[in-house]
């Protein structure tokens, strides 16, 4: 029973019938051009003839250089040039025949051949080229005017999909150069214009979308979101500029914003210091930890030792990094007997320990568990780096370590001071310290979507509240670095830029979301917080030969009046006292009031 449901050979079946039809009539077009449409009887003859064997030619050479089985919407540039290809293929063995068998055709009007040949070329062209011409028609109506910012690769890409796509919802009419050289060229037929007539153009053409298809520094993005918000345009999306699929389009985020794109970034440092090792992860399933072990599954790490005491978080990562060759261990860092076991049978020649309680309010009601966790945890993983021959260890550390006013802080500072102090014979051990990382888990950018999601309050500490802030990744890349250069006793520290008022980032997320009615409140400083971060103490801490690492200059601590004074930071009834007494900068309760020093 017959079907109307289009199929590979009903297409084919279709062009074939009307790639005959058409031929048929360009040759009899191409007579009465040749005879100034008056043909003599003495000529029909020829002109038969010329049909039965030209159009089964032409037939069998679309055939073999398979232009039936190029689907009508995709017909491009590329099948236009195959379809010359074998026009002039046939039309030669046709001339060869005539060659070869001239009495054949007598009397024949040669020049019927290259008119022919004009003819069907444009006519059978014509005919494929129709429906796409209908469908992209179509599909304009139904595509919003889009604004393309960028001429390059990936704008072209963009362009090309537009084109060719049913389901791109975005028809680019005109595109945005930063090359004065390109201003009022055509770009894959599209108008080119210069950054300073954006606001002229949006008007002209309707833009209802923008893309951003350029590499912007996180300030010029920002700049340029505002300047394309004040304008009223809401869907700006942003091309994937990484790897061959800058069709793939995102909402610009607030990690976009404040994205720091380190520009000395050494991946064949990095590679050459992870390649075939064996690296030792702890907190391995949190933010920090589990994107350090995807860094060294890319930068081909011989064997990862993932260790976590959360079954959730490790199962997570584990299953993520299934393909590679890892381990998982569910263990606490505070148990030094099943760690030294860890360390004893896989011997890693890297460890890296990311293992800490980091949330400052929680470690200020859980004062013991932090002291506990942060300090005993570090202690013993570096305790057990040195007795199982570690050749590098690196401890994750954080800005809150500067001149603490919380627990959390003072803790990282004792494991910093223990790091760089202890004796560590044949392993390098370094600290690297840096602020706040771009959506890690309690951080305030997921608090912050959650809260717009549900319609808000934003709720912010204080309206003067600064952070440093950095992509995961980048933190991550920069962590392993430092550590690739380090030769032990260095507290390194990340080039974070300049920090962030944390209302700005309340107010621009609310922007970012297109939500109008979202309140800020703010909630006051909670305990231990202090309304800004440092990375640095002194100034004169010196550079490395990365502009995004530092090292500060180290603070001497005799080691063994350092693990007697941790001893009796466990013991002591007072802690905060103690603490204050390993670390004299910690000032409890002053973040309230500390704005400058």
Not at 307 to 336: A, R
Not at 525 to 552: C, H, P
Request: charged share 25%.
């Amino acid at each position: 029973m017959f079907s109307f449901k289009p199929s590979n050979a009903k297409r084919i079946a279709f062009f074939i019938l009307l790639d005959i039809f058409v031929s048929m009539s360009t040759i009899v077009l191409a007579y009465l051009l040749r005879f100034n449409f008056t043909i003599e009887p003495m000529h029909l003859p020829s002109m038969i003839k010329m049909m039965y064997l030209l159009i089964p030619i032409k037939i069998a050479f679309l055939a073999l250089l398979k232009i039936y089985f190029v689907a009508w919407r995709y017909f491009g540039l590329f099948e236009y040039k195959r379809l010359v290809l074998t026009h002039l293929i046939a039309y030669v063995f046709f001339t060869l025949v005539f060659l070869v068998t001239p009495e054949y055709f007598n009397p024949f009007p040669r020049s019927v051949i290259l008119i022919d040949l004009f003819l069907s070329l444009f006519f059978v062209s014509l005919l494929r080229i129709s429906k796409r011409i209908y469908l992209e028609n179509s599909m304009h109506n139904r595509q919003k005017p889009t604004l393309i910012i960028g001429t390059n690769d990936a704008s072209a890409t963009i362009i090309k999909n537009a084109l060719n796509s049913h389901t791109f919802d975005y028809f680019p009419v005109a595109l945005i150069t930063y090359h004065r050289e390109l201003m009022g060229t055509y770009f894959v037929g599209v108008r080119v214009y210069g950054e300073d007539e954006m606001e002229e153009v949006i008007k002209l053409h309707r833009i209802g979308a923008v893309i951003i298809a350029k590499e912007f520094t996180n300030e010029e993005l920002d700049t340029l979101y505002g300047r394309l918000h004040r304008l009223r345009l809401k869907e700006i999306k942003m091309a994937n500029l990484v790897g061959e699929r800058p069709t793939q389009l995102k909402d610009i985020s607030i990690e976009d914003l404040l994205a720091r794109h380190p520009k000395d970034l050494d991946k064949a440092q990095i590679e050459a210091f992870i390649k075939n090792k064996t690296v030792l992860i702890t907190g391995a399933g949190g933010s920090i930890g589990s994107e350090i072990a995807r860094q060294c599954t890319v930068y081909k790490a011989k064997e990862l030792i993932l260790l976590d005491h959360s079954e959730y978080n490790l199962y997570s990562i584990g299953e993520e990094l299934q393909q590679s060759n890892s381990k998982l261990i569910m263990q606490n860092v505070v148990d030094k007997q099943k760690l030294s076991k860890t360390f004893e049978k896989y011997r890693p020649d890297i460890v890296i320990h990311a293992a800490a309680y980091k949330h400052v309010p929680l470690c200020e009601a859980n004062l013991d568990e932090a002291i506990v966790n942060n300090v005993v945890g570090t202690k013993n993983t570096i305790d057990c780096a040195i007795e199982y021959g570690v050749d590098k260890f690196v401890l994750i550390s954080t800005d809150k370590a500067v001149r603490p006013t919380n627990v959390m802080g003072t803790t990282k500072r004792i494991c910093e001071l223990y790091a760089s102090n202890v004796v560590s014979n044949k392993t390098e051990i370094v600290a690297v310290r840096f602020g706040n990382v771009l959506g890690s888990s309690g951080s305030v950018i997921p608090k912050f979507k959650a809260q717009i999601e549900a319609g808000g309050p934003i709720t912010v500490t204080h309206p003067d509240i600064t952070r440093y802030f950095m992509l995961i990744p980048e933190a991550c890349e920069l962590v392993l670095q430092a550590a690739s250069i380090g030769r032990g006793g260095e507290l390194f520290i990340l080039d974070m830029g300049e920090p962030v008022r944390i209302v700005d980032l309340a107010k621009k997320m609310i922007e970012l979301s297109g939500e109008k009615d979202i309140e800020i409140l703010f909630s006051g400083l909670r305990a231990g917080e202090k309304l800004y971060e440092e990375l640095l103490i002194n100034e004169s801490d010196a550079k490395t030969q990365y502009d995004s690492i530092m090292v500060a200059k180290p603070t001497h601590y005799a080691i063994d009046k350092l693990q007697a004074d941790i001893n009796e930071l466990l013991n002591s009834n007072d802690k905060i006292a103690k603490l204050k007494k390993i670390v004299p900068e910690f000032t409890p309760d002053s973040g309230k009031n500390l704005k400058e020093v």
